[in-house]
């Protein structure tokens, strides 16, 4: 299967714990792309990827969230210190070179209890 | 900041009917997107459309980009039970890469 991959795909953690989500995109793709879905919502913007390099991040994004991209290859996503209000579904999405098409991961649905 | 108004918000229809969906943004876009959404799963790109006037198909699908830029809308022909889902517009405008979604569209296909 050569489209993005998200891992994992269920979490279940107790608020106040970190959690670490992990997005592969398809292998030809520089920039990536991590949103926030919430029920009955569209996707929000959380953080933009070029290669390794961090390039914007959005207001939703507290300082309690961070993004890495080391190699410009995969992505992780780390939750410190989560909250209820934490809880949604988190995407990541792939584009080449050109703008427009956006590739998305089947996602990390995140309960905080 | 940008904002899409997708509308209707649910829809209810016969198989076999047409659909017609649309979003309009306050803003101008240079790219619109729509894609489909199924439970517990990432959206799907169904169609992209770059240039204002553009009308893209893609199978039973047809897509178009407004001519001010600020609106887009979908139709589905002759529509299946496997077409039901949650249908969302974006777009991509100015100096900024990521995508601004609508609110989507619930789509019921009754047998």
């Known amino acids: 299967d050569t489209g993005v991959s998200q891992d994992p795909r269920h979490k279940i953690t107790k608020r106040g714990q970190n959690v670490t989500f992990r997005c592969d995109p398809i292998s030809e793709h520089n920039r990536l792309y991590w949103y926030r879905q919430t029920l009955g919502q569209g996707p929000e913007f959380l953080t933009y990827?070029?290669?390794?390099?961090?390039?914007?991040k959005s207001r939703l994004l507290s300082d309690r969230f961070s993004a890495e991209r080391p190699k410009g290859s995969f992505s992780t996503l780390e939750i410190q210190r989560t909250e209820q209000g934490d809880s949604a579904m988190y995407l990541c999405a792939t584009q080449g070179w050109a703008d427009g098409e956006q590739y998305f991961g089947p996602g990390t649905r995140l309960t905080v209890t | 900041g940008q904002q899409l108004n997708q509308s209707p918000q649910s829809m209810f229809i016969q198989e076999g009917e047409d659909v017609s969906m649309n979003c309009t943004s306050s803003s101008i876009f240079n790219t619109w997107l729509w894609y489909k959404q199924e439970p517990g799963e990432g959206p799907v790109l169904l169609i992209a459309?770059?240039?204002?006037?553009e009308l893209t198909s893609n199978g039973r699908l047809t897509a178009q980009f407004g001519i001010t830029r600020k609106d887009s809308f979908l139709n589905i022909s002759a529509s299946i039970p496997s077409d039901v889902g949650i249908y969302f517009c974006a777009g991509q405008g100015g100096s900024a890469r990521q995508l601004t979604f609508g609110s989507g569209t619930q789509l019921t296909v009754l047998p």
């Open positions: 459309l770059y240039k204002a006037g």
């Open positions: 990827f070029q290669n390794e390099a961090q390039l914007e």
